[in-house]
């Protein structure tokens, strides 16, 4: 697999469906730069996902409409979800089930990020993930912060195994991880023809090294010296 930069000559649009601005406590990426990387990097869409809060996104989509999806990193009472055209944030510290109906009461979609990840915490697991399938409009098959590459595999697998749309992201917390997962799919135009597309999808990542894990907890750290405080919501 190779990142956005590795794609050549492309029949759809680049899409990186996992990123985070200084919206996220843990990122330190101010939105003009976040911008400029992703037109830098030629991703064509770019879902915003911060944790917990849709402020960044939206304030993103005013200054690129075209390029960002308004979406979000959820965390529930057991892991987290990843939503996409969110016109509301959704809570933290919902139950998944009512976090998935959150999502679609609103018009939008929802899966699971990192579902398999052995290491993260933050990740759902498979037994609280398999009873949520048939709720779920996607799932990610690909997050570039994954370090052990079966985690990935074992996604896909199961997303090929119940017939549910992938996707693929970065999980950007910084400008150089952006674009080093993606999916190049048709154009489409609204969260329906969004998962339409999602079934065509060519998915490509390099998983990132360790060392940007480390690039998240100076961020926390500095938050909590006060160097950087959160932008108000």
Known sequence: M???HG???RD???CDLHTHTLYSQDCLISLPAFLEACRRKGLDRVAVTDHNTIAGALRLKEMDPERVIVGEEIRTTHGEL?????????PAGL?????IEAVHAQGGVVGISHPLDSLRREAMGRAVLLPLLDQLDFLEVFNARCLFPGDN???RHLALERGLPMTAGSDAHSTWELGRAVVVVPPFHSPPSFLESLRSAQVNGRRSPL???FVSTSARIIRRLGGIPLPES
Not at 82 to 90: C, G, M, S, T
Not at 95 to 99: G, L
């Open 2 to 4: 190779t990142d956005a």
């Open 95 to 99: 139950s998944p089930r009512q976090t």
């Open 153 to 155: 595999r074992a996604a």
């Open 211 to 213: 060392w940007v894990h």
């Open 82 to 90: 990843i939503a996409y055209f969110l016109n509301e944030p959704v």
């Open 7 to 9: 794609i050549g000559a």
């Open 12 to 14: 759809g649009l680049v």
